[in-house]
Nanobody, 115 residues
């Protein structure tokens, strides 16, 4: 059974930091492009960041310089370090695993940036 389980979301003040985790099981973690997406109320799900099998990173312009994506092959886990958070970063954050044949999603974790 494939599972992508996000954790680490919560309420944080503007300027604060959070670290999201995505624990992956049931698939060969090393063979998938991993990514973080987010969806704010009333909006479409948008790309936040991706990390390829060989460590190539891609970020949305809105998070460049503030967010860092990484993956730990020993723990089958992907991370998203989010710094200098802004109210517009408020959304449900989803973990994604994708290759040529499959596309898997986690259940999402809520991130709320508010004073």
């Amino acid at each position: 059974q494939v599972q992508l389980v996000e954790s680490g979301g919560g309420l944080v003040q503007p300027g604060g930091s959070l670290r999201l985790s995505c624990a992956v099981s049931g698939i060969s973690f090393s063979s998938y492009l991993m990514g973080w997406y987010r969806q704010a109320p009333g909006k479409e799900r948008d790309l936040v960041a991706t990390i390829s099998r060989d460590g190539v990173l891609k970020y949305a312009d809105s998070v460049k310089g503030r967010f860092t994506v990484s993956r730990d092959y020993a723990k089958n886990t992907m991370y998203l370090q989010m710094n200098s958070l802004k109210p517009e970063d408020t959304a449900v954050y989803y973990c994604n695993a994708r290759n040529a044949f499959n596309n898997f999603w986690g259940q999402g974790t809520q991130v709320t940036v508010s004073s």
